[in-house]
């Protein structure tokens, strides 16, 4: 399955955002979809998954700020986040597995391009 990520941007601190994740190539609903990021000189970070029937886990981070879904329709898993702050600039990824689920980057087969969120202080 091919990804691709889009929606970021700059944003102030405590501002919302919402990121996209389009997928193509196979069938959308067959696969645990994810949200993780990168911050410079750091290493991938878990932000949250959605599993193939719904479920779903954030990382302790963004819990309560961050909502993930998925509209199997449109072949899109989305990533709503509000209450923005610095910490939360990174890279951020979005992944598709079709088995494995959790919240180890190795677990995840197919990975979009990244789209640069940015919270201005």
């Known amino acids: 399955v091919q990804l691709q990520a889009s929606g970021g941007g700059l944003v102030q601190t405590g501002g919302s955002l919402r990121l996209s994740c389009a997928a193509s190539?196979?069938?959308?609903?067959?696969?645990?979809m994810a949200w993780f990021r990168q911050a410079p000189g750091k290493e991938r970070e878990f932000v949250a998954y959605?599993?193939?029937?719904?479920?779903?886990l954030y990382g302790d981070s963004v819990k309560g700020r961050f909502t993930i879904s998925r509209e199997n329709a449109k072949n899109t898993v989305y990533l709503e986040m509000s209450g923005l702050n610095p910490v939360d600039t990174a890279v951020y990824y979005c992944?598709?597995?079709?088995?494995?689920?959790?919240?180890?980057?190795?677990?995840?087969?197919?990975w979009g391009q990244g789209t640069l969120v940015t919270v201005s202080s």
């Open positions: 959605i599993s193939r029937f719904g479920g779903t």
């Open positions: 992944a598709g597995s079709s088995a494995g689920l959790s919240n180890n980057v190795r677990s995840w087969d197919y």
């Open positions: 190539g196979r069938t959308f609903s067959n696969y645990h």
